[in-house]
Every structure is written in C-alpha cells, then in structure tokens.
C-alpha cells in the first residue's frame, strides 16, 4: 500500500488567505446587495503598463513566425532578460552579479516554497513573527518544523523572532543558533524595514555560526527612504552567505502573469559545494522555465518608458498607503507600515482578537482585511491592510472604517 506525506496532515486548516476567501464567499452569498471592498491579499489592480503590454504584444507575434518562434527557455531564463536584471537591479546599487548567479522563475512565492529542496531536512529555520505563512508551511511539508501546538499556534523546532512593536516590528538576533534564517524587507506583513547598518549585523551573524539567509526582496520597489538597502548584496559578505528573492508581481503587476527571479552568487558554499549548482540542478529538473512572452514582457520593465510607467503605478499604490494610514491614525488606531512598503498594519481597537476584527470589518464596513493572527503568534491582536486597491475603494473603505 502507497503512503502520503503525513507532514501534511499536521498543518493546520488551510491556507491563511484561503480561508479568508471562504469567509467572503460565505458574507456575500448571504449578503449579496453588499458591496464588498477587498484590502485583503497583496493582489494589484492596476492594468500592465503599456511598455509592458506593447512587448509582449509583439512577442506573440513573434511565436506565430517560424523565424521567430521560441520552444523551451534556457533553464536559468533568457539571457535579454537576466542581463537587465543584473544591470538595472543590481549594477545600479553596486553590486556585481554574474548572469549564471540569476535564475529565472514563475514568482517568488514558489522560488520561497522550492528553496527548501537542496537543503537537509535536518537543518533548523528561524522566521520573522509575524512572517509570510509560505516560509513555515512549506518546512513543515517537508518536515522540518517539528509537531504544530495549537495553543501557541507554533511549530515545535522553528525558532520564532517576534517583531513587535518594543522591537519597532524589526527581529533581533535569535539566542539560539539557526540554520536557514528567512528575512523580508520590507516586510509583509508589517511594512516594516530595517537600515543597512542593521542588516549588516544580519549578515555578520549568518557568517559567524554558518548560516544561510534567505532574503525576500519582493516589495524593494517601495522603498522610499535613502538608508533602506534595496538589496542584501549591499551588505559586506552577504555573497556567502546569502540567497535573495525577487518577484515582479508587487514592482510590476504581474500576479496574474507570474514572473520571478533567485539569486544564488557562486561564493555561497557549504563545503566545497556551492548552493548555486544545486539549485541549477534542481531549477532544470523540475521546472521548464517561464514562458518567452511573459520573460519578454519582463524585460519590457527595464526599458525607459517601462521603469517611467511602473514607478508611476508604484506611487499611485503608495498614495493608497498614504490615504489608509493617515485616515486610521486620524481616528486614534495605532498604526504603522505603509512608507516603504504597500501595507500597514494596525493595532486592533478595544482588545479586540484579530479574527474578531475581521469579522467585525466584513460585517458593518464590508470591508476585507487580513488578521495578523495569520501570520503567526505575534500578530495577534494586529490587522493588514492592503493598499493594491483602487483608489476610489481606499477612500471609500477608509470613510467606512472612520464611521465605525
């Protein structure tokens, strides 16, 4: 007889936003004269920029010529597009990159997923809390983080940093020695960042006790303030010992067309091997690269006009930032995110728990969030909001909210 993954039965319930679509499905079957406004997941609303658009136009042109057709991608990805990555992403910063250092991909979320592959199953992760549920669920698939315990609503060899607000949403150095270290920055779901100096402190701790850090950058386009790191790579020593994720979803808009990037610099070794030759053995094996058009709709981003039009939809999402945070500090909730990074993250009223504030959003607002219990322990009694909405909706939900 076959046998499953029995690390999957002992995740708890289903996906945070999954279950956060079951609750609005359920709202507004009973509620169907309700206008729902969903400032919930991180998903954009924005069209493509037009640059974006117009290249990956011509790239099905390109695909219905025999001359021009394209089959299977290179398995890192097309060098047109790795090439604008290494130069506008990272050369701009100073930073060096070699091409065969940057793998292309479907999105960041399922690179964060994946990465776990070329890893023992024995090593130890410490995550941000509250942190990005990718980061947890997808070690405990493969039965890393131990036994769940409900009543903490932790994993059992998972070492939790809280990021609350006494360390202004930002983790401290764990006290126990960690293997895989998860860092996001800006961060979903606080908005919070840290300066260079401070990620630097990161990096000189993973070189001291060998570990490595997997640095989410997916929301690196919002940053607004100069001493916020764009990338890990400004930091001294951070080749060896770190591997950085990149999305073009969030700088883009391209959740519905799914576009990404890892980097993993050759100086990153356990050993004598480097990390860099398992994931390319991993990447070519089990992925068969993301489609030609959507790469060159990708590289699209890197043109004039297509850094000129993204940054102006960037900015139109930030002023949302600006309308939701200044509209909820205006009426006494404790607030903060919302400047480098698309989302803000407020104290719930009145102690309130923050499944019960969810509720009680959808059910005299209408309007849909994320409990920051979701995100694990230390979100508790916290609540994101997303700025990815239109603007006419932010206002309106932000009017809602206020009348409460």
Not at 75 to 88: K, M, Q, S, T
Not at 218 to 244: D, F, L, R
Not at 366 to 391: C, D, H, K, Q
Request: glycine share 8%; net charge negative.
């Amino acid at each position: 007889m076959y046998k499953i993954n029995e690390n999957y039965l002992k995740l708890p319930g289903s996906y945070l936003f999954s279950k956060i679509g079951k609750k609005v499905n359920e709202f507004t079957a009973a509620n169907p004269e309700k206008k729902i406004i969903r400032l919930g997941i991180g998903d954009v609303t924005l069209p493509l920029a037009p640059a974006v658009i117009d290249r990956m136009h011509k790239a099905v042109d390109e695909m219905s010529d025999q001359n021009t057709f394209k089959g299977y991608a290179p398995d890192l990805g097309y060098e047109f597009l790795r090439e604008a990555i290494a130069v506008n992403d990272f050369k701009t910063r100073g930073v060096d990159i070699a091409l065969d250092e940057i793998f292309i991909s479907d999105g960041a979320k399922s690179d964060s997923g994946n990465i776990g592959d070329i890893f023992d199953i024995d090593n130890k992760i410490a995550v941000c809390d509250p942190v990005y549920p990718v980061y947890v669920d997808t070690n405990a698939m493969s039965g890393r983080t131990g036994e769940y315990i409900p009543e903490l609503g932790k994993w059992s060899n998972v070492i939790y940093m809280p990021c609350t607000a006494e360390t202004n949403f930002a983790p401290e150095l764990p006290k126990e020695r960690p293997d895989i270290i998860y860092l996001c920055f800006p961060n979903n779901p606080t908005g919070s960042t840290i300066n260079k100096d401070e990620l630097q402190k990161w990096v000189d701790y993973a070189l001291k006790v060998g570990a490595v850090i997997i640095y989410d950058a997916a929301y690196e386009a919002y940053i607004s303030e100069e001493n916020v790191p764009h990338t890990i790579y400004e930091c001294e020593g951070a080749k060896a010992c770190a591997i950085e994720l990149r999305s073009f979803s969030k700088n883009a808009g391209f959740t519905g067309t799914r576009l990404g990037f890892t980097v993993i610099p050759k100086e990153l070794k356990c050993g004598d091997v480097t990390l860099n030759s398992l994931w390319a053995r991993r990447h070519g094996t089990k992925f068969n690269g993301a489609p030609y058009i959507i790469q060159a709709a990708g590289a699209a981003v890197y043109t004039p006009e297509g850094k000129k039009q993204t940054q102006e939809q960037i900015a139109y999402y930030m002023n949302n930032a600006k309308v939701i945070r200044d509209g909820l500090a205006s009426q006494g909730y404790t607030v903060s995110g919302g400047v480098n990074a698309p989302y803000i993250w407020l104290k719930t009223p009145d102690k309130m728990t923050s499944w019960d504030f969810f509720d009680y959003l959808l059910q005299e607002a209408n309007v849909v969030g994320t409990p920051g219990s979701g995100f694990g322990p230390s979100g508790e009694g916290y609540f994101r909001l997303t700025a990815f909405g239109s603007y006419e909706n932010t206002v309106e939900a932000i009017e809602r909210i206020k009348k409460l």
